[in-house]
């Protein structure tokens, strides 16, 4: 299979290997790239989601989205384009990477949902075949690291508007509910860098939204880059040591479910203990399911090998063990 893979990519085909009746069947399709016509369920997708972040952000800002409509729009904006921007670029990283090592994928589906941010993320769906370790690499890092870019850019300037005042209304509300981020140690490293505080003496005071947009990119790069199947971790270590991986994939669920009792019985966080539990269980799936396996198994150079510690470094600093603490 090695050995044929590279003779039928050269002209243009990508070939499998199948069982049919018992016996071995090598299947060659033409290779197609990029969408065929208008990709609507993508815009469509997209939409919702400006909407669903629009809808989020204007609470963040204190305006009722249905009652104000224009006002919410014209005021949530900003946070919509962070949340939209961090992600969106994450995404576009693994397809630009893709096209380039030739491997069929599609545009990023983005997920609205009625969550504090107003959606569950993006993703893209890999249709074709991993040719080598260094595509599989490449891919995967790509992700997490165009993300940062865009989250280090998105969190300097949410720190350079100005703070959210909470309206003395909602300050008197019986229903009032408390919402704290856990800021991991990457976005103090930049307000830090900025001279700018994450929290005030005010308490009907707090950091501008855009700054969330960025603690999302950051939450969103060390959830992708937890070392488990089809997760860009899964990738990138796949790639990186070969069918070892399996053996720290092995580890994760144990190790969030242990980060999970952490949580419960030390730092008395609830809600945060009940999304490493079911990051734990998600964890036991993406292990069962495994990683990319490339057609060409080859040992990874050096340089990217760095590069895959490097980015993991860069995890760890967007990690906070209660990222959302609430206070009823």
């Known amino acids: 299979m090695q050995t044929l893979w590279p003779l039928f990519r050269e002209q243009g085909y990508e070939v499998s290997l199948s069982t049919r009746m018992g016996e071995y069947v090598l299947v060659a399709e033409p290779i197609h790239l990029g969408p065929d016509g208008i990709p609507w369920k993508n815009v469509v997708l997209f939409v919702a989601t400006v909407l669903s972040t629009l809808i989020a952000g204007a609470s963040w800002y204190h305006v009722h989205p249905f009652s104000q409509p224009v006002k919410a729009v014209l005021t949530a904006w900003p946070f919509a384009f962070a949340v939209m921007g961090v992600l969106g670029t994450h995404e576009l990283g693994h397809y630009v990477m893709s096209r380039y090592h030739g491997v069929d994928a599609t545009l990023p589906y983005f997920i609205p949902m009625p969550t504090l941010i107003g959606t569950m993320g993006a993703v893209i769906r890999m249709k074709g075949q991993m040719p080598d370790r260094e595509a599989l690499f490449d891919i995967g ?21 100005d703070p959210v005042t909470v309206p003395q209304s909602v300050m008197n509300s019986a229903n009032l509910v408390e919402i704290q981020f856990g800021y991991p140690p990457l976005l103090k490293g930049i307000a830090w860098v ?18 969330i947009g960025g603690w999302v990119g950051m939450f969103v790069t060390f959830l992708n880059l937890i070392p488990v199947g089809q997760l860009d971790g899964g990738h990138i270590v796949r790639a990186m040591i070969g069918e070892r991986q399996e053996s720290i994939a092995a580890l994760v669920p144990a190790v969030l479910f242990g980060l999970a009792a952490y949580v419960f019985y030390v730092l008395d966080v609830s809600n945060a203990t009940v999304l490493w539990v079911i990051w734990g269980f998600l964890s036991m799936f993406f292990a069962y399911v495994g990683p990319a396996t490339p057609i060409d198994d080859g040992d990874l150079d050096t340089r990217r090998k ?11 600093l967007c990690f906070t063990p209660t990222p959302i603490k609430i206070i009823p």
């Open 306 to 316: 760095i590069l895959g510690l490097l980015t993991f470094v860069l995890g760890i």
């Open 194 to 211: 900025m001279g700018q505080p994450l929290t005030f003496d005010n308490p009907a005071k707090s950091v501008n939204p855009v700054v």
């Open 141 to 161: 890092v790509s992700g997490p690291l165009a993300g940062l870019v865009a989250t280090v850019i998105v969190t300097a300037v949410g720190l350079t508007l």
